[in-house]
Structures are given as structure tokens and as C-alpha cells.
């Protein structure tokens, strides 16, 4: 038998992204995400995940301008929105709108490489416009349309709190785009290639996903970690936070990773990102919150950040609300969904695990009657 959980079973074969969990190294397509954090804009991560290759200037030019004419959404959508920012959280609002989604693609069930590719670039394009536009009406503000003139970070921050961000302020959300982008066989990643492995369509892969992001051990954990920090409240409370969690058997939100035993590599641009845009902001308070809960959990546990955790604090820091994190993860992590579904569209084979039976055996049926 495996060990629990399917802990280092080679699921699929990937040329998207690979770890080094011991050393806590990332690569995409064999870029040092570090690499890709400093130089590469989102746009030019989404072109490499999709194409396994760095864009020229012509390429780049292409998906860009394919992006922002995609960022609109249906009218159908649109008018869901309402009663979706009235009834359901963030992440059933993106769940149940993807999947809404499909009835109206232009390339309908076409499972085709050149269909499934517009697919997916629609998907990386409108699900920014979803999440602002759910935001803007559940709080009685009005909608701002998508601006063509705006890279695809610093339009979802304008779409989303109503004025245009900072250069600054869009880099560092166009950042963490980057390092949310795609993460190898994980849980919801996972999920999508099983499902597209059925030759299921696209929408119904992603939405899966969606759902499979959305549980506190896996996407979850920015906004929990969100809700430590407040809860600590200073530095100086959170060794006493941290014992007493641990002392009770409760997991620290954002630290603990299953493929890394060091520092997440994400989780080392995060912090430095957090810094800077906390001292941009005059706000430090988030950081050193965050620094001094680091220290004493690696202290106490020996368990580093994983990237949830400083995101809590950038995001924060950049106003964005903390049960948005979660579904920002998803709409950076389209990029990764949609790619390895296409990936597992191009060599498939229907995933099928197998199970080892731990139940009893040889059992007689006994009438209802006669059963003690
Ligand atoms: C990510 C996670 C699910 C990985 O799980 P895993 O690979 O199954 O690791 P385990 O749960 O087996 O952890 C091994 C040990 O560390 C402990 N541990 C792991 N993460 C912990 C955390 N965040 N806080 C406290 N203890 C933790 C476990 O309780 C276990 O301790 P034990 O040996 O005393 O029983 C787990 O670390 C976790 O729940 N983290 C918090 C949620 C989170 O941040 N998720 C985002 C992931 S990117």
C-alpha cells in the first residue's frame, strides 16, 4: 500500500513545472521562479506555461491583445451576478460562474489543441472581471469595466477598489501572479487532470478545481492565515499565540508544506514583497506580525512559511479583503489549471488509481428481519 495521502506517486508526466522539495527549489518550464518573479510579467508566465517557451515580442503582443479583448464577460454572467454576490461566498460565486461559463464560449464543446487553447486564455482573462464585478456589487459599488490600456494585474486592482493602483502597488499583485501561477501535481491541479482525463470538457475540469482549492489545508490557507494575524494582533503576541495553538493540536495557517522540508521559495519573494509594500504603505505592522510568528514557528515546530502565508500580509496591505485571497489564488492559478489540462488532453489516458480493501470478507446477505 502507498502511503496515505498518494505522498510521492508519480501521477503524470509534466513539462510545465517541476520542485525540489528537499532544497525548496521551483522551476517552470526550467526558469528559477525567483528568476521569474524579479523579470518576468504575468502575461509572459501565462505565454510559457501554455507554450513551454518565453514569448518574443510578436508572441507576446498576440496573447496580450487576445487577453484584454477576453476580459468581458457574457451578458449571461452578468446578469447572475446579482443574486451570486447576494447568496454565495467568493469562491462558489467563481465555482458556479466557470462552470455557468461554458454554455456560452464561442467554441462551445470543441475539445480541439486550438479551441482548448482560446479556452483557456478566456478563462485567465475573465475570471479577474468575475471576482472584481461580485465585489463591487455585493458591497453596493458600482462596476468598473475592464480598461484595454492596463496590463492584466493592474486592471483586476482598478476593476476591483475603483481607482488605478501604483506602478509599484501592480507589480507586486503581477508578482505573486507569477508565483501562484502553477505548482506542480497539487491537490486541485490534480483534480483538473483527472477530470480532463475523462475527455471531460475544459469548464468542467476547472471548476473541479475551483472546488478542490477552495478547502483550508489547500487554497484556503492565505485567508486563515489573514485571520491569525489579526487575531495575534502585535509581535509581541505571538509566541504566546503559537504555544498555546500547538499546545492544543491546532495547525499554524501558512506554514507546513507536503512536497517542501525548507522554505518554500515563494514564500521567500512573498516576504520580501511584504516588507517592501509594507513600508511603501507606512503599515509594518502585517510584517513584523508575520516575521515573529515565522521565527517562533520555526523555533517550537521546526516548519517554515509556505507561499499562503506572507501573501495574507501583501494582500492585505495592498486592500485586497481577506476572503478575496483564496479566489486571487485561483484566478493566478488558472493559468496552471488550464495549462495542465491541455497538457493532459495532448497524451491522455483515463486516471484510474487503485484502492487496497481493508473491509471484512466473506459475507452472507441475511434478511432484514433476521438480523441481530
Ligand atoms: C500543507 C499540509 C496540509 C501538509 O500536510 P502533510 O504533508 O500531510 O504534513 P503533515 O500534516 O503530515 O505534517 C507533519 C507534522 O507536522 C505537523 N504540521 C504540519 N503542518 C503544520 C502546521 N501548519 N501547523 C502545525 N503543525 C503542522 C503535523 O501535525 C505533523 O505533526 P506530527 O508529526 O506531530 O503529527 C500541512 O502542513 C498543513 O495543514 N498546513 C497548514 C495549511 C496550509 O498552510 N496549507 C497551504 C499549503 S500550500
Known amino acids: 500500500m502507498t502511503e496515505k495521502g498518494l505522498r510521492e506517486v508519480v501521477a503524470a508526466a509534466t513539462s510545465i513545472s517541476d520542485i525540489d522539495g528537499s532544497h525548496g527549489r521551483l522551476w517552470y518550464v526550467g526558469y528559477e521562479i525567483e528568476d521569474l518573479a524579479r523579470n518576468a510579467t504575468f502575461e509572459e508566465t501565462v505565454y510559457l506555461l501554455h507554450h513551454l517557451h518565453l514569448p518574443d515580442r510578436a508572441e507576446l503582443d498576440e496573447l496580450t491583445d487576445f487577453m484584454v479583448e477576453e476580459r468581458e464577460v ?58 472584481a464585478m461580485y465585489h463591487r456589487m455585493r458591497t453596493g459599488l458600482e462596476v468598473v469595466p475592464p480598461n484595454p490600456k492596463l496590463p492584466h494585474a493592474a486592471n483586476f486592482l482598478t476593476m476591483l477598489l475603483g481607482e488605478e493602483p501604483s506602478q509599484e502597488d501592480a507589480d507586486v499583485l503581477d508578482t505573486t501572479f507569477t508565483l501562484y501561477a502553477d505548482h506542480t501535481m497539487n491537490a486541485s491541479t490534480f483534480t483538473a487532470r483527472i477530470i480532463a482525463s475523462t475527455l471531460a470538457d475544459m469548464f468542467s475540469a476547472i471548476t473541479g478545481a475551483i472546488a ?109 479583503p481577506t476572503d478575496l485571497m483564496t479566489p486571487i489564488f485561483a484566478i493566478a492559478r488558472m493559468t496552471g489549471w488550464t495549462a495542465h489540462v491541455r497538457e493532459q488532453y495532448a497524451d491522455n489516458r483515463v486516471i484510474r488509481p487503485d484502492s487496497e480493501y481493508v473491509g471484512p470478507r466473506h459475507q452472507r446477505y441475511v434478511p432484514v428481519d433476521e438480523r441481530t
Open 74 to 131: 457574457s451578458r449571461f454572467l452578468r446578469n447572475l451576478m446579482p443574486t451570486l454576490a447576494q447568496q454565495t461566498s467568493p469562491m462558489s460565486m467563481l465555482r458556479t460562474s466557470v462552470s455557468a461559463a461554458s454554455a456560452y464560449d464561442p467554441d462551445g464543446w470543441d475539445n480541439s489543441a486550438e479551441a482548448n487553447e482560446r479556452k483557456a486564455l478566456r478563462l485567465i482573462s475573465k475570471t479577474p472581471t468575475l471576482l
Open 212 to 320: 478542490c482549492l477552495k478547502g483550508p489545508l489547500h487554497g484556503g490557507a492565505n485567508e486563515e492565515a489573514m485571520k491569525m494575524l489579526e487575531e495575534v494582533g502585535t509581535p509581541q503576541r505571538a509566541e504566546a499565540y503559537v504555544a498555546d495553538r500547538l499546545a492544543r493540536k491546532q495547525k499554524i495557517m501558512g506554514f507546513g508544506h507536503a512536497v517542501y522540508k525548507t522554505m518554500d521559495p515563494r514564500a521567500a519573494v512573498l516576504k520580501r514583497l511584504s516588507r517592501e509594500v509594507g513600508e511603501r504603505h507606512g503599515d509594518l505592522r502585517w510584517f513584523l506580525i508575520s516575521e515573529e510568528i515565522e521565527r517562533t514557528v520555526a523555533e517550537q515546530k521546526g516548519l517554515h512559511p509556505n507561499v499562503d502565508f506572507y501573501a495574507a500580509s501583501v494582500y492585505h496591505t495592498l486592500g485586497i
